[in-house]
């Protein structure tokens, strides 16, 4: 029967995505990709197989982490690889394992941008079966440190919007200007849409925040994965200590973990801010996230490059005030006067002395944000969500 079995309609899933596979068999993630995220495609397709690489790990290994597979969910194992120099190297079995995961799938949907998406993608359009693309980022920032892979990875995405049948974007309109999916016939094989990834249930949703009475703040951060400066810390932690020398009482708190995170803590210490910096580590449960987020007066992300962050999004849903940068899809969340560069420390502190200063200002914000996040909650998006997936079933079953 293999990984697809029987004769119902089957999608293989490409995504960014590293799993670890237990001696019983079963596959685990740190944290978003568990099984509850693949269930929104099995409300459409009947299977789901995840092409995605995969390394062995000890029961040990995997504590608190997310199980990935499930009721028709399943998994295809693509080589455990990081960077560009191991796929290179790697290249022939990478290449094995992407072609026997697309074997009796029936249609695809890609996530991009994603080396190895990427490369699942040129081997399944050879099948001649349809396929949509889900575009998460700009690889033109994702991939900015390193040139070659900016040029080649921007050109790939150009070329396969335009090729796809299907193209759905996590932004209303940035990512859809600098990756246009030409439609110029009402064409029913070539179909658009947009929405975001993050699953927010209605009870997630917290109320309004009153500022007026605050004489502490409490700042917050999230990041899944600690594992460079892109998301801002730096920043954060040095505007945090320059705030703290004006006199503001404030604390801050991390939510993540990741191989830098040492780095920061150290950073903390050096800077004599330990008292009012902690770090959480990761939180896979979305509940733990909430609280903290609940519990917290102001959220802070400036960040380097994203599509639309599910971070912020939540802090939203919380009705907390959000700072964060003017890159890629963040200003369809945010207001201009809350959007900062991501390492300008001095704007940040002016920024959040100025909210800290300003109650009524921060009680707004509250309000507006709260309001705005109702457009990103789960019976919303998954709609839209369907009507997509629902086009390309129905491609699939014309073949």
């Known amino acids: 029967?293999?990984?697809?079995?029987?004769?119902?309609?089957?999608?293989?899933?490409?995504?960014?995505?590293?799993?670890?596979?237990?001696?019983?068999?079963?596959?685990?993630c740190k944290t978003i990709y568990g099984y509850k995220f693949w269930t929104r495609y099995t409300s459409v397709f009947n299977k789901v197989i995840i092409v995605s690489r995969c390394k062995d790990a000890k029961y040990a290994d995997v504590e608190g982490y997310l199980q990935v597979d499930g009721p028709n969910v399943g998994v295809a194992e693509l080589p455990y690889m990081r960077g560009m120099k191991q796929y290179i190297t790697n290249y022939f079995s990478f290449r094995d394992g992407a072609k026997e995961?697309?074997?009796?799938?029936?249609?695809?949907?890609?996530?991009?941008?994603?080396v190895a998406a990427f490369m699942v993608l040129d081997y399944f359009k050879k099948t001649g079966k349809p396929y949509a693309l889900e575009v998460v980022a700009d690889p033109a920032y994702a991939y900015s440190e390193n040139k070659l892979a900016k040029l080649i990875y921007t050109r790939k995405l150009k070329k396969a919007v335009k090729s796809a049948n299907g193209v759905s974007y996590v932004t209303k309109s940035y990512l859809q200007n600098e990756y246009p999916h030409t439609i110029k016939t009402k064409d029913k094989e070539r179909?658009?849409?947009?929405y975001s990834t993050i699953d927010l249930p209605k009870e997630y949703l917290g109320l309004p925040k009153d500022f007026t009475k605050n004489d502490k703040f409490k700042i917050v951060h999230t990041a899944n994965s600690i594992n460079n400066d892109n998301k801002g810390h730096t920043t954060v932690i040095k505007a945090a200590k320059k705030l703290r020398e004006l006199n503001y009482n404030i604390e801050v708190t991390f939510i993540g973990d990741g191989s830098k995170r040492p780095y920061y803590e150290k950073m903390c210490r050096d800077m004599g801010m330990e008292k009012y910096i902690s770090f959480t580590g990761l939180l896979s449960?979305?509940?733990?996230?909430?609280?903290?987020?609940?519990?917290?007066?102001?959220?802070?992300?400036?960040?380097?490059?994203?599509?639309?962050?599910?971070?912020?999004?939540?802090?939203?849903?919380?009705?907390?005030?959000?700072?964060s940068s003017p890159v890629n899809g963040i200003p369809e969340l945010l207001k201009k006067d809350y959007l900062v560069d991501y390492q300008n420390v001095d704007a940040y502190v002016d920024k959040i002395k100025t909210l800290i200063e300003n109650p009524e200002s921060l009680n707004k914000m509250s309000e507006e944000n709260l309001l705005n996040s109702l457009s990103y909650t789960s019976d919303t998006l998954q709609k839209r969500r369907n009507r997509f997936y629902t086009n390309l079933r129905n491609l699939a079953k014309n073949q």
């Open 1 to 28: 029967m293999g990984l697809y079995g029987g004769n119902k309609m089957k999608l293989l899933v490409a995504a960014d995505s590293l799993f670890l596979r237990t001696p019983d068999g079963n596959y685990w």
């Open 285 to 323: 449960d979305p509940l733990e996230v909430r609280r903290f987020l609940l519990e917290s007066d102001i959220f802070i992300f400036p960040t380097k490059a994203e599509g639309l962050p599910r971070a912020i999004i939540e802090a939203m849903a919380t009705g907390l005030p959000c700072l």
């Open 101 to 114: 995961a697309i074997k009796g799938a029936d249609c695809a949907l890609i996530r991009l941008p994603s």
């Open 191 to 194: 179909f658009t849409s947009h």
